[in-house]
């Protein structure tokens, strides 16, 4: 697990000096060592920063395939059954260097040139220059677990695994884009996109084939993966439920097993649902010594998970860490330091919790655990899920019942995960046939934030509409005669899966402590799999996730087996006086009419009666998106801040 940064301009010779300051900006993802390769002759500039994980002692990168450096190869992130695959190369007369994973993606490429990407397993994000072919290939993961991002001009590229890298070339100009700002505070990015003007996100499941034509550079993006569910608008639903909960069970465990392979100790987050409950449980059976557990235990009863946790890790004898976290350990410098690492606004403090804990894995000498993270995506577990599915595939005479109880027994995350009232777009209706339920909160937070852009913003982004956005670069074809709880899943998979989850929620917070998080349901082989699972299958007896269940019962206790989907969030700071005491300061800093006025994002007056406004406010529901509209609020001006401006981020 490393970072990766670089530039390709062509005909200018690269400066090491300007190399180092962008790598500088990702010491974080690498303490344990650095390297660099330039090529003055073909204007190349490669930097890797190294967390050491496999081959601690030989596994400086960049890597070369010859002494001539024909082939270079810098990579972020985890190559699984790389053994296997270096024993057959080796048997084909295939020498290697070093003992580490990522020296088999060099190979495989030497053997199989673009296709070589389709012998991958893992977590990854490669940088590899071809120089006798004159190319450059990016390259991001099935999923976009591990993150790539990239700034084209006239005179070539730049890329690196954070934005802040190649915000430090001289020639990237610092600002943030308009249209993001609009996304950032109705939450949801466009696939592709990121807060910065001129600045790219690799797409997962793609890879860009950079190529010199004459003076210039021809970019062919790739699409060599996706989550493909089958064209079967009603399929049957099985007789036999077996086969499903055994395929799901074994693929599981093999994805839990190439992710404890290290050369340093394996850990595992630990919340109160079944997803990282399963895969502590079989980290546990694998393991010959008892697993360090890692758990964020929050100051208000309706949010914390601890006690449910520890229930399995008394079942496993982990060593479980609880990590408690109040209000103060929320808000403040901690705040501010989450935002430079997480690069976007996040609805929700839990980025912030999140980083603490990562934090807490370092100090506790662990550089990797094993995470949840993917599971509510392959087997239907979030509650948006079960709506669509009881609105479009439960008949009439028993959905009014079951919807309520859905919306009862998730009433605290109302506003926030299950909009109040129903919101449809056009775009969405024609996309995936009607609005997916995930989608309609952030619709009710759009019609609320618009009004609080400065108006200058406001005049640009009249006539943009984020959601067609959306919609519009979501392949309508991967949608086509799927079953309406694949079409949603996928509308999901494609922009908060990774925009989300494996970004502010995962990777960002993980990797500012230099730790890896490794995610066994985003296995491909797994999740191929689950894809091809029948609805009814995921959903059975309105039970989410039914087939893991099904699939883990052995493994997890009564409780847990038994216990409904619970969203994992962070206490919101309006919801009583008290949290929102603590959020007070950053307030005074950064949404005062000169923060505000320096930042020209928002509009003061608009601002001061949100902010006064939601003091007032009395409805549940409307005090949880007040929330979430104030910390977007904050996350612009801190970005702003810190990114625009160039002030450094409070010290850790």
Known sequence: MCGITGYWHPGTPPEESTLRSMMATLVHRGPDGDGCHLDEQRGLAMGHVRLAIIDLEHGEQPLFDSPEK??????????????????????????????????????????????????????????LFDRAAQRLILVRDRFGIKPLYIHRSDSGVIWGSEVKAILNHPAVPRRLCPRATLHQMMQVMAPGTTAFSGIDAV????????????DSLQTRSLRYWDAEFPQDENPADPDDCSPFIDGVRERLIDAVRVRLEADVPVGCYLSGGIDSCSTLGLATAMQQSHVRAFTISFDDDAYDEASIAAEMANRTEARQVVLDLCREDLYGAHFERTVWHTERTFYN????????????VHEDGYKVVITGEGSDELFSGYPFFKKDFLLHCISPAERDQLLGALAQSNSVFQGAILAEDVAAHPAMEDLVGFTPAWIQPWMH?????????????????????????????????????????????????????????????????????????????????????AFQIPPTVRIREMREKW????????????????????????????????????????????????????????????VAAFLAASKQQQDRGRAVQDDIILNHLLGIQILHQQLVQGEPPPAR
């Open 70 to 127: 024909n082939v270079v190869l810098t990579a972020n992130g985890e190559l699984y059954d790389y053994k296997l695959i270096r024993t057959r190369l080796a048997c084909d007369g295939v020498r290697f260097s070093t003992k580490t994973d990522s020296e088999t993606a060099l190979q495989l490429y030497r053997r199989h040139g673009l296709d070589f990407v389709h012998q991958l397993r893992g977590e990854f994000a490669l940088a």
């Open 203 to 214: 797409l997962p499941g793609h890879m860009l084939v950079i190529e010199r034509v004459g």
């Open 349 to 360: 403090t839990l980025a912030v919790a999140k980083w603490h804990m990562s934090r807490r």
């Open 445 to 529: 937070v759009l019609e609320r934030v618009r009004p609080l852009l400065a108006p200058a913003l406001r005049e640009e982004l009249a006539d943009y509409d984020p959601v067609a956005e959306i919609a519009r670069r979501i392949d309508p074809e991967m949608l086509c005669s799927r079953h309406p709880l694949d079409r949603v899943q996928y509308t999901w998979i494609k922009t908060m899966l990774e925009g989300q989850i494996l970004t502010w929620g995962g990777d960002r917070v993980d990797m500012a402590n230099s730790m890896e998080s490794r995610p066994p349901f985003l296995d491909h082989l797994l999740a191929e799999y």
């Open 547 to 606: 087939v893991l269940r099904e699939a883990m019962r052995g493994v997890l206790p009564q409780v847990l087996y038994d216990r409904e989907k619970f969203a994992f969030m962070a206490p919101p700071a309006t919801i009583d006086q008290a949290k929102r005491s603590a959020v007070h300061s950053l307030v005074e800093r950064h949404l005062s009419r000169d923060a505000l006025r320096r930042a020209q994002a928002f509009d003061a007056d608009a």
